[in-house]
């Protein structure tokens, strides 16, 4: 590239992320594509089937696979995979759904509505076996720790991350990818196959905005906080304030505006 900084001109190689699309089959039939970022792909898969409702627990997913033969002369492009349910998991109609295409950036733009998400949540947004109360000392300090976490972002810069912390603001989890509701996936996604889900007790925190496909990816994962550096929408107010999320946004220094849920912090 051909950099221009206060009047001086040059010439140096930079590093770029990577944005490549990823095909979803269930059951052998496709069902969505998303633009992402290669890694954590099994990850993705089964957290984007959390949010959709299909999957919900470990036992109901039998395996991942990415799909050999993808391309004209036989070869694995790694950017297709197959999840293939447990016996008597119900499979969704693919031929009556959308086929979903679903971008970088929007998620699965116009798919879900606050009606939706209420009927296909499996469990309430609760705290756990305890009351979660969260300091706001504890709150300001998350956004320096998710940015300590991110890796890939200090080479590139191009990056979202989500991480999954403790009621003690303790690390859990963390995973970036182009698509912020893309990270969001791979975290959900690992949980799942760990068994972990539903995540009730922890603390989400997004390195961009709260939008409505972000809040709606907590609540099905049964993540009581949700928390992000920029602004909520609307709708994800609406969602957070209808489940009894706690919604926060603007966390930056000693500032947040809290949207929904404030009982949970100790104000």
Known sequence: MVRVRDGAVNTRPDTLV?????EIR?????????????????????GFLVSEGVLGRADE???????????????????VVDVRLAPGVPVPDIALERN?????SCGLCGKASLDAVRTTARWPVTDGPAPLR?????LFALPERLREAQRVFDRTGGLHAAALFSPGGELLDVREDVGRHNAVDKLV???LRQGLLPLAGSVLMVS?????????????????VLAAVSAPSSLAVDLAAETGMTLIGFLRGSSMNIYAGEERVTL
């Open 18 to 22: 990577a944005e490549e699309p990823l």
């Open 26 to 46: 269930l059951n052998g039939k496709p069902l969505a594509i998303t633009m992402r970022t290669p890694g954590d792909d099994f990850d993705l898969a089964a």
């Open 61 to 79: 997913l039998a395996n991942i696979v990415y799909c050999a033969g993808a391309t004209a002369d036989g070869g694995n492009t790694y950017n």
């Open 100 to 104: 979903v295409y679903t971008t970088s």
């Open 134 to 138: 969260l300091t706001p000392e504890l």
């Open 189 to 191: 996604g690992a949980a």
């Open 208 to 224: 961009g905005r709260a939008s409505f496909e972000l809040a709606q990816k907590a609540v099905m994962a049964g993540i009581p």
